[in-house]
């Protein structure tokens, strides 16, 4: 390979790994706090990121300047909920009584238009972006760290006081100072489907998602909708392999539930005829695991921390989190505190949520009986979602639901024979 540094490169103060949302997030807060900050991608933004693009509202408090309409793409209103397609149940996401003022509402996003905005305010923020520029390794300078990059055939070196590993489910830059060796993975695909909303699809609504537990074991189907397309992919979360894309027919389950639940919607099979599918593994949060190197030079944020919620999936919000909480260190002086920083904000309820998800994967069907499927539902897990309702508090009540639910439902069998 040619050996052609990019010596002339200033020293950074920080260098961010990844432009996704939790590295265009730290990329921001650190320049708006003064850092001479690179911000390093490996493809041209903006780049397809495979993602569902559901955001809690409470995002908005972290997007610095950017206001949610100019990357938001619509708004749902309401859920439905299905067990194998039956048994649905759609409800509301504001609790009953809600004020159209204070109606809350899912933000949907399209990837590539989020993705890149938040990196455009990095840069008007002063971040300088190296997009097209791969990360492939680093080593330990004095002072500092040395980057080896590639930008096509050529192979270079940057050099910063600190790098941020923002770089995703692939995480080389974690695998580099030997962080996150076993991490725990799950597998999703996605399909997009473009489409025209017509009110004579009444299952069809651009303010309905729609969610099905029972037709993928171990985990769930999807449909969001898009202004210009629906959005329809299915998840394997909790595989019986620590990393689900180890599991030779993940792949053939995921995809026949995304058939089933396009078929379920009515949506013809032609319409997904020559559409590409995107899989991406879902790093899921797996346990407190330092976050840092014992330096304090190199930090990890979003997937590449895998800070993602062990029961529903979603990452994008503790990405934007965790990508502020690692430049918020750097600027105080005091990088190795990190690890205690985003613990502090995620861990007890990400433990939470695994105690939970541990239950309601082995159970689904009494799960979404006795728990999903109930009107209050919907609007406590968009509270969960959004960090307004605590999953510690949620879980007892949860579980003790179930076991009622369980209890209602054997005396059932036993007096008629019949499963409830
Ligand atoms: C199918 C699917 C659906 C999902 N749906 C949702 C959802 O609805 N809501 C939600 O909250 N979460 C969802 N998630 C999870 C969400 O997509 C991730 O948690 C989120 O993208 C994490 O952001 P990030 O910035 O940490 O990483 P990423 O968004 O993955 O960004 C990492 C960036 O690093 C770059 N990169 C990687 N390696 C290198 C390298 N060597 N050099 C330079 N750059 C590199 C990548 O190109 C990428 O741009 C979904 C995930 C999947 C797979």
């Known amino acids: 390979m040619q050996q052609a540094a990019f010596e002339q490169r200033p020293r950074y103060d920080l260098v961010v790994v990844g432009a996704g949302p939790a590295g265009a997030t730290a990329a ?10 690179a911000l390093l991608e490996k493809y041209s933004l903006p780049r397809h990121k495979p993602c569902g693009g559901g955001l809690p509202l409470p995002v908005q408090r972290e997007l610095l300047d950017l206001a949610p309409e100019a990357v938001v793409d619509g708004r749902v209103r309401s859920m439905r909920h299905s067990w194998g397609f039956q048994r649905a149940v759609e409800a509301p996401i504001d609790p009953p009584g809600t004020p159209p003022q204070q109606s809350r509402g899912l933000l949907m996003v399209q990837r590539p238009c989020f993705d890149h905005a938040l990196v455009r305010q990095a840069q008007a923020a002063g971040a300088e972006l190296l997009e097209g ?9 004095a002072g500092g760290v040395t980057l080896q990059v590639r930008r096509r055939a050529v192979a270079g070196t940057l050099l910063a006081d600190a790098v941020i590993g923002a770089d995703g489910a692939a995480g080389g830059v974690a695998a580099c100072v030997g962080l996150r060796r076993s991490p725990r993975i799950a597998l999703a695909i996605e399909l997009e489907v473009p489409h025209r909303w ?8 651009p303010d309905l998602l729609h969610l099905d537990y029972g037709t993928l074991r171990r985990g769930y189907a999807w449909l969001f909708p898009k202004a210009d397309h629906l ?9 019986r ?4 894309r180890r599991d030779p027919s993940a792949r053939e389950r995921i995809r026949t539930a995304i058939a089933a639940t396009a078929a379920s919607l009515g949506i013809a099979e032609e319409r997904l005829t020559g559409l590409r599918a995107h899989a991406h593994p879902l790093p899921f949060w797996d346990g407190p695991e330092p976050l840092h190197s014992a330096d304090g030079r190199v930090l990890l944020v979003g997937d590449a921390a895998g800070l993602i919620n062990p029961l529903f999936g979603d990452g994008l919000f503790h990405a934007i989190r965790s990508g502020r909480l690692a430049a918020e260190a750097l600027l105080a002086g005091d990088p190795t505190s990190h690890t205690a920083r985003v613990h502090g904000l995620l861990a007890d309820d990400f433990e939470a949520a695994r105690r939970l998800a541990r239950v309601f994967y082995a159970i689904p069907r009494l799960a979404f009986r006795h728990a999903i499927s109930q009107p209050r539902a919907t609007p406590v897990a968009v509270g969960l979602l959004g960090g307004e309702v605590s999953f510690q508090g949620l879980g007892r009540r949860a579980l003790r639901r179930v076991a009622a639910g369980l209890v209602h439902d054997l005396g059932w069998r036993v007096a008629t024979g019949n499963q409830p």
């Open 198 to 205: 017509d009110p004579a699809e009444p299952l069809l609504r």
């Open 28 to 37: 921001a807060v650190a320049a708006r706090g003064g850092l001479r900050v």
């Open 231 to 239: 959005n329809i992919g299915a998840g394997l979360f909790h595989g």
């Open 241 to 244: 392999l620590r990393d689900v």
């Open 133 to 141: 520029h791969a990360f492939v390794g680093l080593e330990r300078a």
